[in-house]
């Protein structure tokens, strides 16, 4: 009984080997022209989205569209320590929209007039004191502001949270809910007015 069946095996083994494909020699070149359309197209290389934002590690200052959508311009800022670079950073937003950024219809919600300064560096808080001959924003207004200040100024990596004082005295801060806060503000908490304008 087992040569019957060694005789199969053999035989299934030689009918493979002769399913060889032969060699046939040296390879030949084809002219572009006979090769069908497409093939010689380079394949589309398809990459995924990037998590990191096309601004990259750049500082940013925050500036509203027309729909009041809080939206991150990159910047540059001078060299130095936290202070001096916070310094720089929040007198350019304090200046408003570039011509080229006014010409993208960017807006500010910061009165004009208004100066922004470092008053104080706790480890990873700051506070940011609010100065100038204008009024402090009210209503949605404010709650715009205080998010372009909070972001801007969390855009740097050594800032995660911002106290607000106006003329060194503390200020209470409207959360995008309207609610006032006396916390330290985070970027997370403005997040909502990245995407859409304030209700």
């Known amino acids: 009984m087992r040569a019957p069946a060694r005789l199969v095996t053999v035989a299934t083994l030689v009918a493979l080997a002769g399913c060889g494909v032969s060699t046939g020699g040296a390879p030949e070149a084809i002219a572009p022209s006979d090769v069908p359309y497409g ?3 380079s394949a589309p290389t398809s990459t995924a989205p990037s998590p990191v934002p096309p601004l990259g590690d750049r500082p940013r200052v925050y ?5 009041d959508v809080v939206v991150p311009t990159g910047r540059d800022v001078a060299e130095g320590d936290l202070r001096t670079r916070l310094d720089d950073l929040l007198a350019q937003l304090a200046a408003g929209p570039t011509s080229g950024e006014r010409d993208g ?5 910061l009165a004009p007039g208004v100066g922004l300064a470092v008053a104080a560096v706790d480890g990873d808080t700051v506070t940011i004191d609010l100065t100038g001959p204008g009024e402090v924003p009210s209503g949605l207004q404010s709650r715009l502001a205080v998010a372009q200040i909070v972001l801007t100024a969390t855009s740097l990596p050594e800032v995660e949270a911002v106290l607000l004082t106006r003329d060194g005295d503390p200020l209470e801060a409207p959360l995008p809910s309207g609610e006032l806060s006396a916390d330290p503000l985070e970027a997370a908490d403005y997040d909502p007015l990245l995407v859409s304008p304030p209700s």
């Open 63 to 67: 500036l509203l569209t027309p729909d």
């Open 105 to 109: 219809e960017l807006t500010t919600a």
């Open 39 to 41: 093939l010689l197209s």
